[in-house]
């Protein structure tokens, strides 16, 4: 081990002096963080025609910011390890003799690259969240950002150690960036994308859950949702707001018509019928079994009537009942919330000084467009119907994802917190530990060359097939 650090050392030492020496790269590797967010923000930063002033609630492009910025992170990380281990290789082969160690070397070109991602990214995070206006969140920003990077960081430095060409790293770099553009959950929405990759499910497909893009994109726009200054004191009240809300405008209603589907369904003989009559009473079964459980105040309902043998029309009456008796505590649920955000807006603007500077807070920390695309406003389909059970599609920033899980990586996209080993954690440190995750198994495949060996071997394989031939 000392011998390995002593190593190390030496790597560190002479990498850090040949960045040192040659200018023109240390100088375009600090510049390029700042010149693309001030290129990116002074474009962005938007004022509509009737404003006087830049208002940052009204700027709609807040989300391209944050998008942007990631795939930013993600190129500069690329570019600058892209050619590190292939330009070296006339001094490995000089040196492979010596029997150096291949971690102490790799980890020095870890620690550097790394070094200067946090450089680069602080730099962004300073000049492009002042100039768009981004309040209270520096360093949750640059964390996401400072993470993507790293992760590009060791994906370059496989692309470095497995082509011989030049050419043909700085075309692979655009190749692997397009698609963590097109998954990253900005530029599509991933409820409308091709069912064959996973659309239309009201989960992340998981194709897009190999793309760090999704997991920084998901959170930072949650973070910036929930942790600004202005939404944090008010998000635990809308989130029972919108649950309740939720729960009797579309909730209770999908049930009622699952429950006349039902109705039509058993008085047809054929097998399609029962089929999807058997389908309808599982899923009425679970979704009456969970909402017993969290009132005990509302009389029990028996779920045996929820089979194909026992389904008749007392239990439709007996269930519609206990709809209209659910509907009320939603309704009174709501209206009890509703009063109570009430009064804590009206304490805010007694704590801010008046009306005007709570709106003034408002205005500089809240995002309009942002807040409908976590809120999912213009989705159509605001509930759809899975497996047995039927799965919120209505404003998932206020959307937990089931409990129970180990490690809730297939929670909906948006979620507010997620699972760990049946902890609640909060969305940005889950997202966080995937992208590193990812990063670890990237060190791995570099340590062992497995990319490059999988070439070698399919080369070889593919000289025998045309030698047979």
Not at 197 to 218: N, Q, V
Not at 263 to 290: A, P
Not at 339 to 353: E, G, P, T, V
Not at 414 to 424: N, T
Request: aromatic fraction near 12%.
């Amino acid at each position: 081990i000392p011998d390995k650090l002593h190593q190390l050392g030496i790597f560190i030492r002479r990498d850090v002096l040949s960045k040192i020496n040659n200018l023109q790269y240390l100088l375009i590797s600090l510049l390029e963080a700042p010149i693309m967010a001030l290129f990116l923000t002074v474009i962005i930063r938007y004022t509509p025609g009737n404003a006087t002033h830049y208002i940052f609630r009204q700027n709609d492009n807040l989300p391209p910011y944050i998008f942007m910025s990631i795939i930013i992170a993600l190129f500069i990380g690329l570019s600058v390890s892209a050619e590190e281990i292939f330009r070296d290789r006339k001094i490995l082969k000089r040196e492979r003799f010596l029997n150096l160690s291949r971690s102490s070397y790799l980890l020095s070109k870890v620690v550097i690259l790394f070094s200067l991602s946090a450089i680069q990214m602080l730099i962004y995070v300073l000049i492009g969240n002042m100039v768009i206006g981004i309040k209270g969140l520096t360093v949750e920003y640059w964390l996401v950002l400072f993470s993507a990077s790293c992760f590009a960081n060791i994906l370059g430095l496989n692309i470095s150690s497995s082509f011989n060409s030049a050419v043909t790293i700085y075309i692979l770099i655009p190749l692997l960036i397009i698609p963590m553009m097109a998954l990253g959950g900005a530029m599509f929405n991933f409820d409308k994308i091709n069912s064959i990759f996973g659309g239309g499910k009201g989960t992340t497909p998981l194709i897009a859950d190999i793309m760090p893009s999704r997991w920084a994109y998901e959170a930072l726009s949650v973070t910036q949702f929930k942790s600004n200054p202005y939404e944090k004191d008010f998000y635990n009240i809308e989130q029972l707001e919108s649950y309740s809300n939720y729960k009797q405008v579309y909730y209770i209603p999908e049930l009622r018509n699952i429950i006349d589907e039902s109705v039509s369904l058993s008085k047809m003989n054929n097998d399609s019928s029962k089929i999807l009559l058997s389908g309808n009473l599982d899923l009425l079964k679970n979704e009456f079994g969970s909402e017993a459980a969290l009132f005990d105040d509302l009389p029990k309902m028996s779920m045996e009537g929820f089979s194909t043998e026992k389904f008749n029309g007392e239990v439709v009456n007996e269930a519609k009942d206990y709809l209209n008796k659910l509907e009320k505590k939603y309704i009174t649920v709501f209206n009890i919330i509703s009063k109570k955000k009430d009064d804590l807006i009206l304490s805010a603007q007694k704590n801010s000084s008046g009306k005007d500077d709570y709106l003034k807070m408002y205005d500089n920390n809240y995002n309009d467009f942002l807040a409908d695309i976590v809120k999912k406003t213009t989705e159509g389909n605001k509930i759809i119907r899975g497996k047995n059970r039927l799965v919120q599609n209505y404003e998932p920033i206020f959307s937990y994802p089931p409990d129970g899980h180990v490690f809730s990586l297939r929670a909906h996209f948006f979620a507010p917190v997620k699972y760990i080993f049946y902890m609640q954690v909060d969305t940005l440190i889950f997202d966080l530990i995937i992208i590193w995750i990812m990063s670890v198994i990237l060190y791995i495949t570099l340590y062992y060359d497995i990319l490059k060996n999988a070439m070698e071997f399919g080369g070889k394989k593919q000289i025998n097939i045309k030698s047979s031939i």
